[in-house]
C-alpha cells in the first residue's frame, strides 16, 4: 500500500487509520506547499485534484480522507474500526463519516472565513448547530458509537483537534475531553509525530 502524504494536512487522517488498521504502508511525500511541484501519474490516477491523502492499495486507487477512512475500515477492520454492513449502528457509522466532509469542514471555513450563514439553505446548518449536534451525540459516550472507537472517530476527531488548534473550539468539556482521548490513541501520536518529522 502506498500513501500520497504531506506533512500538516488532512493527510493524517490517513496514517491514523492505517496505523489503527495495523496495516504496512509505504509513504511517499508530496510537497503541495512547492510551486515548483511536478505530479505523478500514479499520483493523479488516484486523487485527480491533486491532494492528499491518497491511496494506492494494489488496484484501488483513491482520494478523499473519509472515503479513505471507510474503505481501510471496511476492508481490513470489519466488525471493529467499521461495523458490519448488517450492523444496526452502520447508519450512524456512515452519518459520522461524512460529518467532516459535508458538516464540519463547510461550517469552519464559513465561519473562519466571515461568511454570513444561512442555516436552511447551507447543507451544513451553521457552525453553532455543528457544534451543538457533535455535543449531543459525545454526552456520556466516550466515542460516537458508544463505547468502541471506529472510523467515524478518526474523521471526527481530527477535526475537533483541528478546530482546537485554530482556537475555534467553544468551551466545551465533552469536546475537549473527546480531543484528548483522540491524541491519547498511539495510533493518531504517530501521525502527528510523523508531521513534526
Ligand atoms: N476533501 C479532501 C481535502 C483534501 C485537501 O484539501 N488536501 C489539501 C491539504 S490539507 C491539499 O492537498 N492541498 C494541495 C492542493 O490542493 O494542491 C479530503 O478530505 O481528503
Redesign the pocket.
Known amino acids: 500500500m502506498k500513501l500520497f502524504w504531506?506533512p500538516q494536512?488532512?493527510a493524517s487522517r490517513a496514517v491514523w487509520i492505517l496505523e489503527e488498521a495495523g496495516v504496512e504502508y509505504a509513504l511517499e511525500r508530496i510537497d503541495?506547499r512547492s510551486p515548483e511541484r511536478k505530479d505523478s501519474m500514479e499520483f493523479r490516477n488516484a486523487s485527480p485534484?491533486?491532494?492528499?491523502?491518497a491511496l494506492i492499495d494494489g488496484d484501488v486507487s483513491m482520494?478523499?480522507?473519509?472515503a479513505i477512512a471507510l474503505y481501510v475500515a471496511d476492508r481490513y477492520c470489519p466488525g471493529t474500526l467499521a461495523p458490519a454492513l448488517d450492523d444496526a449502528s452502520r447508519g450512524k457509522f456512515l452519518y459520522w463519516i461524512m460529518y467532516t466532509?459535508a458538516v464540519i469542514e463547510p461550517a469552519m471555513s464559513e465561519t473562519y472565513n466571515k461568511i454570513e450563514a444561512n442555516h436552511v439553505s447551507h447543507g451544513w446548518g451553521d457552525f453553532d448547530l455543528m457544534i451543538r449536534t457533535l455535543e449531543d451525540a459525545l454526552t456520556d459516550r466516550d466515542w460516537l458509537l458508544g463505547s468502541s472507537f471506529s472510523a467515524a472517530d478518526v474523521m471526527v476527531g481530527s477535526s475537533v483537534v483541528f478546530l482546537r488548534r485554530f482556537e475555534m473550539l467553544p468551551e466545551s468539556e465533552v469536546l475537549n475531553n473527546y480531543a484528548d482521548r483522540c491524541l491519547q490513541r498511539p495510533a493518531y501520536q504517530k501521525a502527528l509525530a510523523l508531521d513534526a518529522s
Do not use: D, F, Y
Open positions: 504531506s494536512t488532512r503541495i485534484m491533486g491532494k492528499v491523502p482520494s478523499e480522507s473519509a466532509p
